[in-house]
């Protein structure tokens, strides 16, 4: 690989950097993953894996011009999030109105970005697509720079000799798609159950929504094996009917979730963005919202070495990305850890406590727009791509 840069993982993440850095700058860049690219979006059925996307992540496809093909197939706004304890009777909620926008951020199907990314880069020459490719390091050493965009299990992290803090959250996430009697307004709904959180978000069809509803593994096992009636009204019941009843669902899939934090986002040459550098519960819908931001930094670092001809893959230019990101990624998914620690706990004062932290956050407007500025994306320090 004779190229300036390589990122290694086509997913999200690693493509956005490619579009960004090909239409910033003028390096030659090849992106290369183990499975094959082709795209796989279908308009006629929702894909299982969604992400919820926050504003900054928007302004980040709008920058690289990959929002005008996701928005023109597909795209399910939500201007209101709902959140309560199961176990008591405290709720918040959010609206888009309450901090000068139209909507809290949009749900989309992981595929339909990709697809999107994919379309991009057909336009920008100086990337080079290997898809089914696997490499060794010593193919990789005339490369500036290597990106490990190759998420959580990361062959890049593992090769830089970086180490990884990983705990299990004990929990498996079931997701599915479902349909259910009442519709649900845009608003993305939350509850906390003693067992784990159950979110509803809203797709693009007013009854149609997107089920995360995280348990413990054999609990997981177990809601696999029901039958769909069996399903649809265990669901219904877990979300208290507050749409309904859930009257069709689509097949169930689950995903294993991993608290990951690598110990370095860089090493001698080498940048880790995404999943390849964390990983988190998906109960505040931040991790790729997370690794996009990873993404948009990384590009202003490169770019700015550039402007100052300075060499973007030394390690005095990275250590900028890693300050950068490591410090502000802390920050958000130390926040998330600990609202997992306190709903999914049953001590009494736990309970008690995120009854009261509800209750407060709901009624202090000036905490809630703290809340909802860090959950849409719009705070100082934001990365060039990931501004108006
Ligand atoms: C149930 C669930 C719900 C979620 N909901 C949300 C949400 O609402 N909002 C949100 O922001 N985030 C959410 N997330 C998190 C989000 O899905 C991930 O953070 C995101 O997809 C990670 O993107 P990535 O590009 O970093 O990594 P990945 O998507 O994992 O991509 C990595 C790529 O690297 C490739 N690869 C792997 N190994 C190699 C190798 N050795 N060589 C070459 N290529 C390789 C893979 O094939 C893949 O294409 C959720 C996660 C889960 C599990």
């Known amino acids: 690989m004779n190229n300036d840069i390589t990122i290694i993982g086509a997913g999200i993440a690693g493509l956005t950097t ?13 992106i290369i993953d183990t499975k094959p690219l082709a795209q796989t979006w279908q308009p006629d059925s929702y894909h299982h894996r969604v992400s919820a996307i926050a504003l900054s992540s928007k302004r980040i496809f709008q920058n690289i011009g990959a929002w005008q093909h996701i928005a ?4 399910s706004p939500f201007n209101r999030i709902t ?15 309450e901090v000068g926008e139209a909507q809290l951020g949009y749900i989309l199907e992981n595929n339909l970005m990709q697809d999107a990314l994919l379309s991009c880069l057909q ?19 005339h490369s500036k720079l290597i990106i490990g965009a190759d ?15 990983a705990e299990d959250y004990g929990h498996d996430a079931i ?5 259910t009697a009442k519709p ?53 019941q877990a979300f208290s009917n507050r749409l309904g009843e859930v009257i069709e669902t689509s097949k169930r899939f689950s995903f294993p979730l991993k608290k990951q934090r690598a110990d370095r986002y860089i090493a001698d040459r080498i940048a880790l963005i995404g999943d390849a550098a964390h990983t988190v519960h998906p109960l505040a819908g931040q991790g790729l919202n997370v690794g996009l931001l990873d993404a948009a930094a990384l590009v202003d670092v490169i770019t700015d070495a ?40 049953n001590k009494q004062t736990t309970k008690a406590l995120r009854s009261f932290g509800l209750n407060i956050t709901q009624q202090m407007p000036l905490l809630k727009n703290l809340f909802i500025n860090r959950a849409i994306g719009a705070y100082d320090g934001l990365p060039t791509l990931a501004l108006y």
């Not at 023109?72 to 795209?75: A, K, L, Q, V």
């Not at 039958?227 to 265990?234: L, M, P, R």
Request: with cysteine.
């Open 18 to 30: 490619a579009c960004a850095l090909a239409q910033k700058t003028r390096l030659s860049i090849a």
């Open 83 to 97: 959140v309560w304890d199961n176990a008591s009777s405290a709720e918040v909620s959010f609206r888009a109105a």
């Open 72 to 75: 023109s197939h597909r795209i």
């Open 184 to 236: 649900h307004e845009q608003n993305a709904r939350q509850v906390f159950l003693q067992d784990g959180p159950l979110a509803f978000l809203p797709l693009n069809d007013s009854h149609l929504c997107s089920i995360v509803w995280s348990m413990p593994p054999e609990q997981a096992q177990a809601t696999l094996a029901l039958n769909d009636d069996e399903f649809k009204s265990q669901l219904s």
């Open 151 to 165: 998420g959580a299990n990361s062959w890049v992290r593992q090769q830089a000799g970086i180490k990884l803090a």
């Open 306 to 345: 550039l402007h100052h001809n300075r060499d973007f893959g030394a390690l005095q230019t990275l250590r900028r990305y890693e300050r950068w990101r490591k410090g502000e990624n802390a920050l958000m998914l130390s926040g998330i850890d600990s609202i997992k620690a306190l709903f999914c706990s």
């Open 123 to 141: 336009q920008l020459p100086q990337v080079i697509i290997h898809a089914s490719t696997t490499l060794d390091m010593s193919q990789l050493q």
């Open 175 to 179: 997701v599915a798609t479902v349909r």
